[in-house]
């Protein structure tokens, strides 16, 4: 996972759409991107697939995952990748030994607005995602948690002297720099996700 590719919550985690705490979190968001970073690769995806033995929130669920996803990365003046993320896709957590599924649905993007090289080895990366990160689903059709509108995190990585080279950055810390929109899944720390989805579930 690239720690410099985008995220919602910690790092700028790749779309590691199966990973139930990347999505739970939600994933996606849009701003505009700086005009003097320079395009440097863009990939398009629709990846569908089954995880039949994972786990989440204590409980043994298969994940389904159907997520279409489009991503750019920029290199901005300073010489640091700037990446973008949009796109929307479900993730269907079901509990095999009662049949009970929850459907988590997501759309937006997930972009990366500023880096400033810090001057020690780490940088410091504004990420805004905007959209709806996340819409649980419960079996019986109710919609019980919903996260939608814009975050911009503020992120401390340290790039470990290879400032194009996101895999062996390491996490620093993080705040939320400004919130709008409802967002009780994050508000809560994301303890909500569990607190619905195992009842749920079970």
């Known amino acids: 996972m690239h720690l410099r590719l985008r995220s919602i919550t910690m790092l700028r985690g790749a779309q590691a759409v199966g990973l139930s705490g990347l ?23 629709h990846n569908v697939f089954t995880i039949p033995d994972d ?5 043994s669920v298969t994940t389904t995952v159907d997520v279409v996803a489009n991503e750019q990365e920029r290199i901005a003046t300073s010489g640091f990748p700037l990446f973008k ?18 459907v988590n649905r997501f759309a ?18 504004r990420t805004a995602v905007t959209g709806l990160p996340e819409q649980i689903r419960l079996p019986d059709g109710t919609v019980a948690i919903r996260d939608a509108g814009r975050v911009v995190f503020v992120t401390v990585l340290d790039y470990n002297g ?15 720099e400004s919130i709008s929109g409802p967002h009780p899944d994050l508000e809560s720390d994301f303890e909500l996700f569990c607190a ?7």
Request: proline content about 5%; aromatic content about 2%; glycine content about 8%.
């Open 23 to 45: 999505i739970t979190c939600g994933i996606l968001l849009a701003a505009a991107q700086p005009a003097a970073a320079q395009l440097v690769d863009h990939s398009h995806a």
């Open 55 to 59: 786990e989440i929130c204590g409980l």
């Open 85 to 102: 993320s949009t796109g929307s896709g479900t993730v269907t957590f079901t509990n095999p030994e009662t049949g009970k599924s929850v």
């Open 108 to 125: 937006g993007s997930t972009m990366d607005l500023t880096v400033t090289d810090n001057g020690d080895s780490t940088i410091t990366l």
């Open 162 to 176: 290879t400032p194009t080279d996101t895999s062996d950055d390491e996490f620093v810390s993080q705040e939320i």
């Open 196 to 202: 619905t989805l195992v009842p749920a579930l079970t």
